[in-house]
């Protein structure tokens, strides 16, 4: 196997979103822009209510997929196609908004922690203007594996082992892993070789990321290859681990649209306002 190497570190910056939710932005910031097919991570994790309280009132998407990871707390999701749903500790949103929908995610707790990420997969322009979808997961359909002592590994999307996460039908192929490492303890983990990677410490105080330090709320963008070793140091750790197809294709984004050209964003504004979502 030949082993990733981390390429590049990149620490979170502090802002908000929606109606003034605080978090802390990853990808999608001037030092990371994006990583082919990710347009933007986000953490939030707060156990203040006027830190999440607001929420994300109703706005649009268009031309890309949201990735909602809840850790701790509940938001309520919904649409204006009458969808609606729970999001509670440790379940999973796979949204493809497609050709357009209006989404919210307001929080279903005013006091206690609420914590969990956002992540950003770009769509490629044969399914820019597919029909949105949902795929939502709670949490006992994710399976859990201990590949080695001190390590559970949480499959939300790709393989590992005989362990196959329960999103499906994504075309960037993604791999989605959360891995728990108690200290000292490690595990190789086989990627796609062609994808594009990236490793997030985001429990413990720091983790090994291919044979390197990397400390909480720091990302490693890693090299190719086909395996990365992730391991725990002096104290338990959590890593989340993902990859995707990249899908090497222009990219045009204004806000909540993301699109190949900029002849298509303003046509997504004006379909916008002429309420065709």
Same mark, same amino acid.
């Given at each position: 196997?030949?082993?990733? %190497?981390?390429?590049?570190?990149?620490?979170?910056?502090?802002?908000?979103?929606?109606?003034?939710?605080?978090?802390? %932005?990853?990808?999608?910031?001037?030092?990371? $822009? /994006?990583?082919?097919?990710?347009? &933007? &991570? $986000?953490? =939030?994790?707060?156990?203040?209510?006027?830190?999440?309280?607001?929420?994300?009132?109703?706005?649009?998407?268009?031309?890309?997929?949201?990735?909602?990871?809840? !850790?701790?707390?509940?938001?309520?999701?919904? $649409?204006?196609?009458?969808?609606?749903?729970? !999001?509670?500790?440790?379940?999973?949103?796979?949204?493809?908004?497609?050709?357009?929908? &209006?989404?919210?995610?307001?929080?279903?707790?005013?006091?206690?922690? /609420?914590?969990?990420?956002?992540?950003?997969?770009?769509?490629?322009?044969?399914?820019? /203007?597919?029909?949105?979808?949902?795929?939502?997961?709670?949490?006992?359909?994710?399976?859990?594996?201990?590949?080695?002592?001190?390590?559970?590994?949480?499959?939300?999307?790709?393989?590992?082992? $005989?362990?196959?996460?329960?999103?499906?039908?994504?075309?960037?192929?993604?791999?989605? !892993?959360?891995?728990?490492?108690?200290?000292?303890?490690?595990?190789?983990?086989?990627?796609?070789?062609?994808?594009?990677?990236?490793?997030?410490?985001?429990?413990?105080?720091?983790?090994?990321?291919?044979?390197?330090?990397?400390?909480?709320?720091?990302?490693?963008?890693?090299?190719?290859?086909?395996?990365?070793?992730?391991?725990?140091?002096?104290?338990?750790?959590?890593?989340? !681990?993902?990859?995707?197809?990249?899908?090497?294709?222009?990219?045009?984004?204004?806000?909540?649209?993301?699109?190949?050209?900029?002849?298509?964003?303003?046509?997504?504004?004006?379909? =916008?306002?002429?309420?065709? =979502?």
């Amino acid at each position: 196997m030949t082993e990733r %190497r981390i390429l590049r570190r990149i620490r979170g910056t502090d802002t908000s979103d929606g109606a003034g939710v605080k978090l802390k %932005r990853i990808i999608g910031q001037p030092g990371l $822009d /994006m990583l082919d097919p990710f347009l &933007l &991570l $986000d953490e =939030f994790r707060s156990d203040q209510a006027n830190d999440y309280i607001a929420g994300f009132p109703e706005h649009p998407h268009r031309g890309f997929e949201t990735v909602t990871y809840m !850790l701790a707390g509940r938001m309520q999701h919904g $649409d204006n196609h009458g969808n609606r749903g729970d !999001l509670k500790p440790g379940s999973v949103q796979w949204m493809t908004a497609g050709r357009g929908i &209006l989404h919210s995610e307001m929080p279903q707790q005013e006091n206690g922690l /609420m914590w969990g990420f956002q992540l950003w997969v770009n769509l490629p322009a044969k399914d820019k /203007m597919t029909a949105p979808r949902y795929q939502d997961i709670d949490p006992e359909h994710i399976p859990v594996v201990t590949p080695a002592d001190g390590v559970t590994l949480k499959v939300i999307a790709g393989h590992f082992g $005989d362990a196959t996460g329960p999103v499906s039908g994504i075309v960037t192929a993604p791999v989605y !892993l959360d891995i728990a490492l108690d200290a000292g303890a490690g595990i190789e983990v086989p990627l796609p070789e062609g994808h594009h990677a990236f490793a997030y410490v985001f429990d413990g105080s720091d983790a090994q990321v291919a044979g390197e330090e990397l400390s909480r709320s720091e990302l490693a963008v890693l090299s190719t290859g086909d395996s990365v070793r992730v391991a725990g140091r002096e104290a338990p750790a959590r890593v989340l !681990l993902v990859a995707g197809q990249p899908l090497q294709e222009p990219v045009a984004r204004y806000g909540p649209f993301v699109m190949n050209t900029p002849e298509q964003i303003h046509e997504a504004i004006a379909d =916008f306002r002429a309420g065709k =979502f």
